[in-house]
């Protein structure tokens, strides 16, 4: 489905500023696959889901989705066929603007070009939104009125996954979303993920801090260092694999002990 | 008393303005409030839409003088919005530039002169005159021309809006991350609520060159800070609400801001000093939640203290 093919990218090239934040880095996804992806602070994880979504372009390497070559493609376009979630809540929903109108400019996606510019939110829209809100067990869909504003980050978070997927993403890239939540909602919208992902077969990567999740998650853990993908683990192995195994593994890579203060407090 | 200070026709003539004015608050409500952009643009861009409305309508076409304005409005805005989105000119600069460039281009409209004057020809106010003889009428046909448009254009910016690229607008200037993954060009978007706002500044302009039967190069200066301090008093009265009613707010801001200017002439304030009285006024109404707040504060912390001081006393 995700096929990345050597892709190298430097910010600030030719000046003191200048970091290298992905070094030749290739990865192949096959469909279906969910991939949790750990690593350092400035391991590249980021700065991989931005030039898969095309916030930059890369400075070489390829990336395709689905058979299609989108390196050159523009953000906006791409995102028709993307899904990603941030860290902070606040940045995946309009706040000024009510619950319904905001699942309906994420509905757009639904329609592509093909959809009339003048047109309005259908009662049909409506009925499906409602649907799909009430799927939360927020009471959101007795709210659709109201200016996302005046949701919580966790019900916020939780409508902007319900956004990201509510048209089948053919990749969606989880960015930490649950990190800024509190335990007991980032459960709820991690258990939300897992049952979207699992429902329609979306492959999915998957940035944590959380150990045991990156293990326990999806079928395959990845581990970043330095802008390069340092392990990649699947299968019967991934199976045996304790986070202390997971650990001790990343500093037989990289030298040195996981820099994350987060990973060793969630450990 | 009142009744001296404030006669009916000083009240009918600061509601026409109010209304006519109101179309570049709407204008900034668009590009200051929806779309989050500093459009510094507005003060040529309203001279432009007078410039061309006056020369069109002293040629004998008072109607098509309005579609000729607004036809300019979007024309001005398309370049502020080109130079933000694909020349990558920061948006008070873009402002900024295009006005400085508008004032040649208004000179050049006006052909080459700083004075256009469209008496002996008939405008949309003349042409509504004609309609009945009553005497409220004559009082008051003005008011309800000027009125009829401005509600017309808040009926018509609630629909677009509320349409799917009107979403995409509003959205762009609330969370343009959130826009970038709903499939949405922000520079698409941008550049088409620029031209929007443009069209109905211009639309001023143009309806203005018509009132007073005449344009001046100079007509539009001050203009962005008379339109915010609108947009403020509007946004003040009316925080929420569909984009009917606070359109509808905008409105009501101009119609007040008008009044007030009114009241403050019958003071006797020389006509020079309006410029002063609006930007008091816009300071006033962009200030006064954040004073409000931190008078609070002070009240809350000298309370406490005073609690304290008690306390030790006992």
């Not at chain 1, 109201?146 to 960015?175: C, E, F, W, Y």
């Not at chain 1, 192995?237 to 994350?260: A, I, P, S, Y």
């Not at chain 2, 839409?49 to 006056?54: K, R, S």
């Not at chain 2, 301090?229 to 569909?242: D, W």
Request: charged share 20%; with cysteine; proline share 2%.
């Amino acid at each position: 489905m995700l096929k990345i093919e050597g892709i190298s990218k430097t910010f600030h090239p030719g000046t003191v500023n200048e970091k290298t934040a992905l070094k030749d880095l290739s990865l192949h996804l096959k469909e279906g696959d969910f991939a949790t992806i750990v690593g350092s602070n400035g391991a590249g994880k980021s700065t991989l889901f931005n030039a898969i979504t095309g916030a930059f372009i890369v400075d070489e390497g390829q990336i395709f989705l689905d058979g299609e070559d989108i390196t050159f493609k523009r953000e906006h376009l791409r995102s028709v066929d993307i899904g990603h979630l941030f860290q902070d809540p606040l940045m995946g929903t309009a706040p000024h603007m009510s619950i319904e109108e905001n699942m309906a400019l994420a509905y757009l996606r639904a329609h592509g070009k093909k959809r009339a510019m003048f047109s309005r939110i259908t009662k049909e829209e409506k009925k499906l939104f409602r649907e799909q809100l009430s799927r939360l067990d927020m009471g959101l869909e007795d709210r659709m009125k109201n200016p996302v504003g005046l949701l919580s980050g966790g019900q916020r978070q939780a409508l902007t996954l319900l956004m990201a997927t509510m048209v089948t993403p053919k990749i969606l890239l989880l960015d930490e979303h649950t990190a800024a939540l509190d335990p007991a909602t980032a459960e709820k919208v991690l258990e939300l993920t897992k049952q979207i992902v699992k429902e329609r077969k979306i492959t999915c990567l998957m940035v944590t801090h959380n150990m045991h999740q990156a293990l326990e998650l999806g079928n395959r853990t990845l581990m970043m260092d330095s802008g390069r993908i340092i392990l990649d683990i699947s299968g019967e192995e991934r199976e045996h694999l304790t986070v202390d195994d997971l650990l001790m593994q990343f500093k037989e890579h990289v030298g040195e002990g996981l820099d994350n203060d987060r990973i060793l407090l969630s450990k | 008393m009142l009744s001296n200070l404030f006669s009916a026709s000083v009240l009918v003539t600061a509601l026409e303005l109010g209304f006519l004015y109101a179309l570049v608050a709407l204008a900034l409500y668009i590009s200051f409030t929806l779309l989050n952009i500093a459009d510094l643009s507005t003060d040529g861009c309203f001279t432009l839409g007078c410039a061309v409305g006056a020369i069109v309508a002293s040629a004998g076409h008072p109607f098509l003088a309005l579609f000729a304005a607004m036809a300019a409005g979007v024309c001005s805005g398309f370049i502020t919005a080109f130079l933000q989105t694909r020349l990558g000119v920061q948006s008070i600069l873009a402002g900024i530039i295009v006005n400085t460039g508008l004032y040649t281009i208004n000179f050049m409209v006006m052909g080459n002169s700083s004075k256009v004057n469209v008496f002996g020809n008939e405008t949309i106010f003349s042409l509504a005159k004609g309609v009945s003889e009553a005497g409220w009428y004559r009082l008051t046909y003005k008011l309800i021309l000027a009125a009829v448009i401005t509600i017309l254009m808040c009926v018509i910016l609630h629909w677009f809006l509320n349409t799917t690229l009107g979403l995409s607008i509003r959205a762009t200037g609330d969370n343009e991350h959130m826009v970038r993954a709903s499939s949405i060009n922000p520079s698409f978007t941008i550049t088409v609520g620029l031209c929007v706002s443009g069209s109905l500044t211009a639309l001023s302009g143009g309806l203005l060159a018509q009132y007073q039967k005449s344009c001046d190069i100079n007509f539009g200066t001050g203009q962005v800070t008379i339109a915010l301090a609108s947009l403020m008093i509007g946004e003040t009265l009316v925080r929420r609400g569909s984009v009917l009613v606070r359109t509808l707010g905008v409105v009501l801001g101009s119609l007040l801001y008008r009044v007030i200017v009114a009241v403050a002439l019958r003071f006797h304030l020389p006509a020079e000093a309006l410029k002063l009285t609006s930007a008091i006024i816009v300071t006033i109404a962009i200030a006064a939640p954040y004073v409000k707040e931190r008078m609070d504060f002070y009240r809350r912390r000298r309370a406490a203290s005073a609690g304290k001081g008690a306390d030790k006393n006992a």
